[in-house]
C-alpha cells in the first residue's frame, strides 16, 4: 500500500486540522496531491447528493445531486478542499448552468486529468427539473466508468 509521504502533503492547508467553511466559490482553496498511481489510468468518482445554491434572481435555495467522475494524470484533488469548496456554493447565487460548469473548469484547471465530467442532476425549480452535463472529451480506452446511477427525475409518476 502507497501511504502519502510529508513530502506530497507539504503545503496543503486544510488537512488534519479545523478549516472554516469559504463563503463563496471565489474565496475557496482547491487543493490537489500527487496521483499515487500515476502509472496506471483509474477513474475517481466524487458524488455530493445534497449540493445547494441560491438562485440569482430570488436568493432561494437551490438543490442537486452532483456527481463528477475524472481520470487523474498527475494530480488528485483532495477531498477535504473539495468538500469545502463545494459547501461554499451554499450561499452563493448562481444559476444550475453555471455551477455546474463552474465546478467542472475549476477542478479540470486545477488537476489537468486525463478526462473529466460532471453530471449536475438539479431538483425542480418552477415544476422543471434541469440537468446540466459537461465532459471533456472521450475517455481513455481501458477505463471503467460506470454509469453516473442518476435516474431522470420522474417526480410523483
Known amino acids: 500500500m502507497k501511504r502519502a509521504t510529508k513530502t506530497q502533503t507539504k503545503g496543503l492547508t486544510m488537512l488534519g486540522a479545523p478549516t472554516p467553511m469559504p463563503t463563496n466559490p471565489d474565496e475557496a482553496v482547491l487543493e490537489r496531491v500527487p496521483n499515487p498511481h500515476a502509472d496506471i489510468a483509474f477513474c475517481i468518482r466524487f458524488v455530493a447528493p445534497e449540493f445547494t445554491s441560491l438562485c440569482p434572481l430570488t436568493a432561494q435555495?437551490?438543490?442537486?445531486?452532483?456527481?463528477?467522475?475524472?481520470?487523474?494524470?498527475?494530480?488528485?484533488?483532495?477531498?477535504?478542499?473539495?468538500?469545502?469548496?463545494?459547501a461554499s456554493f451554499r450561499n452563493h447565487g448562481a444559476?444550475?448552468?453555471?455551477c455546474t460548469i463552474d465546478i467542472a473548469r475549476r477542478i479540470n484547471a486545477l488537476l489537468a486529468p486525463a478526462w473529466l465530467r460532471i453530471g449536475g442532476y438539479w431538483y425542480p425549480r418552477g415544476g422543471i427539473p434541469i440537468d446540466v452535463f459537461w465532459q471533456t472529451g472521450v475517455p481513455p480506452k481501458g477505463v471503467w466508468i460506470p454509469d453516473q446511477g442518476v435516474p431522470g427525475y420522474r417526480g410523483r409518476g
Open 61 to 86: 435555495p437551490d438543490f442537486a445531486h452532483l456527481v463528477l467522475d475524472y481520470v487523474p494524470n498527475k494530480w488528485i484533488v483532495e477531498s477535504k478542499s473539495l468538500k469545502l469548496y463545494l
Open 95 to 98: 444559476f444550475h448552468e453555471a
